[in-house]
């Protein structure tokens, strides 16, 4: 039986980064070998020595939306609207800071009071305007909780992958930022396939497993998308069996969705240990934090032991931690 308390491990606060490196390729980056258990450190831009002709590079283009707006109450008092989505025309699902005190009709004023939203739910929000691109103009890059600053204009850059495409994420794919331009295209000149898939990550992702017992956690459905081109080189991989290489936790649930037969629609794959993995044969991706779905996913593909190792390697050299922290490639 597989327990909460078997996913936590030791990490010094100061190891949490707080900001992104100067440049997004100067991360540094474990490769941990599964056959060997052999750990080697790198900085991320030498990731290309670790790829080979033929392999397949799976990305999530998601682009993070600017969600978070800070508004006032009539009486004055402050209010975060953190915007999940669009529902039907000016009516968005939210989360509402401080929740307990906003009643149902009660109005929020932005912008110094050119736009305005009214509180239909608990969990609803409608705005006076029909253009919605303009409410997300109100609005800041979503920080994760861990990152206790508020979100600057440098976050607009570094908390976007430089290939994000597809509006909807209300968190980053992070693994994919340590990615420039000019890496992606000496990966390509390696013979290395690329291919795209959307997953909106969800607010869910940094929603804490409650249960001891694993097994009765829920993930939160997010929506996720593979072309019919991105499809085929996925299918033309597997068939030459040659290795896929997921960038990030969420690229590996949307492959693994997708070889259960689903190209579109929300996945609630929930990724722990003794999960046979179908498509993936590495994984890109950063350190996450203790007790979550995501390090359950990584002691699912690397097998707890070695995971635990990884991490406590990664602490005792002093890796920065988390979003806009250093990664792991899993071969």
Sequence with gaps: MLRL????????????????????????????????????????????AYFK?????VLNDTRVL???????????????????????GMVFSCLLKPAGRLKKGEKIVFNGGSVFGEVKAKDEIVFNTS?????YRLGVMPLPPYIKREAEERDNVYYQTVYAKNDGAVASPTAGLHFTENLLQKISL??????????????GTFKPVKHEVITAHKMEPEYFEIS???ADRIDKAKKEKSRIIAVGTTSLRA????AGGIKKGYTDLFIYPGYDFKLAGSL??????????LFMLVCAFLGEKLAKEAYLEAVENKYRFYSYGDAMLIL
Excluded: W
């Excluded at 002709?53 to 590079?57: F, I, K, Q, T």
């Excluded at 390696?190 to 607010?203: C, E, K, Y």
């Design 255 to 258: 492959l693994e969705t997708y």
């Design 5 to 48: 308390s078997d996913f936590d491990y030791r990490l010094p606060k100061e190891l949490i980064a707080q900001y992104p490196p100067e440049a997004r390729d100067e991360a540094r980056l474990l490769i941990v070998e599964r056959k060997t258990g052999a750990l080697t450190h790198a900085r991320f831009r030498d990731i290309t």
């Design 53 to 57: 002709a033929g392999d397949l590079l």
């Design 190 to 203: 390696q013979r290395v396939s690329i291919a795209f898939l959307t997953l909106h990550v969800g607010v």
């Design 131 to 135: 253009d919605a691109e303009s409410i």
């Design 284 to 293: 890109l991706t950063n350190f996450h934090l203790p007790k979550t779905t």
């Design 228 to 230: 019919d081109y991105a």
């Design 66 to 88: 600017s969600c978070r707006l800070k508004g006032k109450r009539a009486s004055g008092g402050k209010v975060e609207v953190m915007l999940l989505g669009r529902k039907e």
